[in-house]
């Protein structure tokens, strides 16, 4: 191998001194003269030729119209950096190679909060203070789960009132979901757009997505979790509000749902604040 080739003989830049996201798209992701660089012909970025500083960040967003090369994977791989593919805005995720950061120690934190049954639910209860506001006296996951699906029934129906919805209760059948009416149909869209979302920032920070706090089967309980803490604010605002363009414009209540949350997700910075959140309810300080 010619030396400095790829630059595989640099060295690592620590995850933490690294700058975290960065979002491509409409463009091609490849390596020359041993830098990695994306031409694209506009997009998110302008038109142009532009040198990506890999050893600087910490996973690479790679949205609708790209293509990369199998050299700038092996680059990537070899600096530690994560190649995500997602759809418009970051509301699907296509594919998440593991991001295998500098150190295990937010993945063993969570391990160990979600193993010992006292320290779990002090992260259950923190996952619902957010939640609902308030950090309620109980210590059972039924009691909670109880308390919040009668909040969010009352939820459901101010915000239908909020946006004029005509709400006829949450229905949702599994096996026929165009089935549902529009605002239901809007709410998993909706809800899939916030769970790629929080899929990609549990996939950024390293943590392990099977060990969910208060979803349990899924292979992706943990971000489920993280999902539901943004469930007002994103999944329900986004929904309804598309459910009432649809009502006036008749366009697929899908592609309506998906160009709400790409404003909302840009606007808020859905993404940085959900890694905010992980740190916060783990408690991420006690590892620094």
């Known amino acids: 191998m010619l030396t ?7 060295a690592r830049m620590p ?3 690294r700058h975290g996201l960065l979002w491509l798209d409409r463009g091609r992701l490849e390596v020359e003269d041993g830098c990695l660089r994306f031409v694209t012909a506009g997009g998110s970025l302008k038109a142009g030729d532009y040198q990506i500083p890999h050893q600087s960040i910490s996973m690479i ?11 700038a994977l092996r680059l990537l791989a070899n600096h530690g950096v994560g190649l995500v593919a997602v759809g418009e805005g970051g509301v699907r995720l296509y594919t998440a190679p593991p991001l295998m950061p500098d150190t295990s120690a937010l993945a063993r934190l969570q391990m160990m909060k979600w193993a010992k049954p006292q320290s779990r639910m002090a992260v259950v209860r923190r996952m619902y203070a957010i939640r609902l506001g308030e950090l309620l006296p109980a210590r059972d996951l039924d009691v909670l789960r109880g308390i919040e699906g009668a909040r969010v029934k009352e939820t459901y129906k101010l915000m239908a009132q909020r946006f004029g919805i005509n709400w006829r209760g949450r229905r949702y059948d599994r096996t026929s979901p165009e089935s549902a009416d529009i605002p239901n149909q809007a709410i998993n869209h909706a809800a899939t757009a916030v769970r790629s979302a929080a899929t990609i920032a549990v996939a950024a920070i390293g ?5 969910g706090f208060i979803h349990e089967d899924s292979g992706q309980a943990f971000a489920l979790d993280i999902a539901d803490l943004y469930r007002d604010e ?9 459910a009432r363009e649809a009502t006036k414009s008749g366009e697929s209540i899908d592609r309506i749902v998906r160009r709400h949350a790409v404003k909302a997700f840009a606007e808020k910075k859905l993404i940085p604040d959900m890694i905010d959140s992980i740190k916060k309810v783990l408690g991420a300080e006690e590892v620094g």
């Open 4 to 10: 400095g080739r790829l630059g595989l003989d640099k």
């Open 15 to 17: 995850h933490a001194d």
């Open 61 to 71: 967003l790679l949205g609708p119209g790209s293509s990369v090369t199998h050299d």
């Open 207 to 211: 943590a392990i997505p099977q060990l």
């Open 234 to 242: 994103f999944t329900l605002s986004i929904a309804f509000g598309a």
